[in-house]
């Protein structure tokens, strides 16, 4: 069987130097992003800044304290989705296969790479071609797996490389935190550290049938990633990954009104799936079909994110934009696409604590009793305006499929 070669690419401090690339005054000095005010949360901080302890989603308050004299910036949402698709273009540019995990995280598949130009090679001579074409710094880490190569990228931060060898992923991971091992949060970490474990090696000698019993089938997850397992496939990236939802009305309605609270129902609710699959949008589309059946469209690329509040914003801009006949409409749609892995970190800099805090409580609601157990007032007027004259449920159905429009 062929040797798999993947190569897992992950931008240094990503927001912070983007920042630096366009002011050089801030190089080597502690720097923080977020909310500037105290009640902001920090979206992202240098290496300097996290030497005192500072880390993202830290209340701000609590970053000054820690770090007294470090810089704090707003920064720039739109800015950081630019260079993301500057690096994205690089890197589709340069390889055949590779797969976007997130705003600033790549994998690339470089199997038979080995015959004709050296995989290790080709990853030094990628980096390099990001770096000079986008001043970016990027470190990368090279084995047989996605797993084993983020793992190793971590360990050669900042701007730096790692190459784990077939054959020598379980001593390589032995002697490192299990929180290195991807997927093992603050309480799946807390959880194993009052189990007595702490270090890699504790899970390689334990036996799998044993992790199960301990977390079901997060325990085999973790215990295979242990061993340096992981037969998941490079999926290769495509701008088009979509989220969508659409209303189709029994009776034709001119009601703006109605219309508008519905598509503020519907971007809500995609918003949340958003982050429930952890992901982040880069465009949005509104779409009406009016009551001769002529179909309309609009669409509008955003910086990435999941948040209610600016989707929904954005969504009723781009229908104002697009309702300009005033005939009967038949339906209305939404649609979230250029998704890309990751959290809701990059929003903290426009955010509040408490804000965030909300979103957290809200979701947190949601998973547990249902899509619509929380809504924003006017979304609730919804609830009677959906297909077939039929109370709006949130039922409806929510797609996720990779298209070509």
Request: hydrophobic fraction near 40%.
């Amino acid at each position: 069987m062929e040797k798999k070669f993947i190569s897992h690419m992950d931008l240094d401090s990503f927001f912070v130097s983007v920042e630096r690339l366009r002011n050089s005054s801030f190089v080597g000095k502690p720097l923080i992003i977020g909310g500037q005010s105290d009640r902001g949360v920090v979206a992202s901080c240098s290496y300097e800044a996290r030497k005192f302890g500072v880390h993202s989603a830290m209340p701000m308050k609590q970053a000054r304290i820690l770090c007294p004299d470090a810089l704090v910036i707003r920064g720039d949402s739109q800015l950081y989705s630019d260079y993301s698709h500057m690096v994205t273009e690089v890197i589709a540019e340069s390889v055949p296969l590779y797969e976007k995990s997130s705003i600033d995280e790549f994998y690339i598949d470089l199997t038979g790479m080995d015959k004709f130009f050296g995989c290790w090679k080709m990853s030094l001579e990628l980096r390099d071609k990001i770096l000079r074409e986008t001043g970016l710094p990027i470190s990368f880490g090279l084995s047989a797996n996605k797993t084993v190569s983020k793992i190793a990228t971590g360990t050669a931060k900042p701007a730096g490389q790692a190459f784990v060898e077939h054959g020598t992923e379980i001593p390589f991971l032995a002697p490192l935190s299990v929180k290195k091992i991807p997927g093992v949060g603050n309480e799946t970490y807390k959880t194993l550290r009052n189990l007595g474990i702490q270090y890699i090696k504790t899970v390689q000698e334990i036996p799998r049938e044993l992790m199960f019993k301990t977390l079901q089938k997060t325990g085999v997850e973790i215990w295979k990633k242990a061993q340096g397992i992981d037969d998941r496939p490079i999926e290769q990236y495509q701008e088009r990954k979509s989220i969508s939802t659409e209303r189709t009305f029994e009776k034709d309605t001119i009601d703006v009104v109605m219309l508008k609270n519905l598509m503020s129902a519907m971007a809500e609710n995609l918003a949340y799936q958003l982050r429930k699959g952890n992901k982040l949008c880069a465009c949005v589309t509104v779409k009406i079909r009016y009551s001769d059946f002529n179909t309309h469209s609009i669409q509008a690329k955003i910086p990435y994110t999941s948040a209610d509040h600016v989707l929904i914003k954005r969504t009723l801009e781009l229908f104002d934009k697009l309702f300009q006949k005033r005939l009967l409409i038949r339906l209305v749609g939404v649609r979230f696409s250029d998704l890309v892995s990751g959290g809701f970190q990059i929003n903290l800099f426009e955010e509040t604590e408490e804000l965030v805090n909300l979103y957290q409580a809200m979701d947190s609601i949601r998973n547990r009793f249902g899509d619509s157990a929380v809504r924003r007032a006017n979304g609730m007027d919804a609830r009677s305006l959906g297909r077939k004259g039929n109370p709006f449920d949130g039922s409806a159905p929510i797609l996720l499929a990779n298209r070509r429009q």
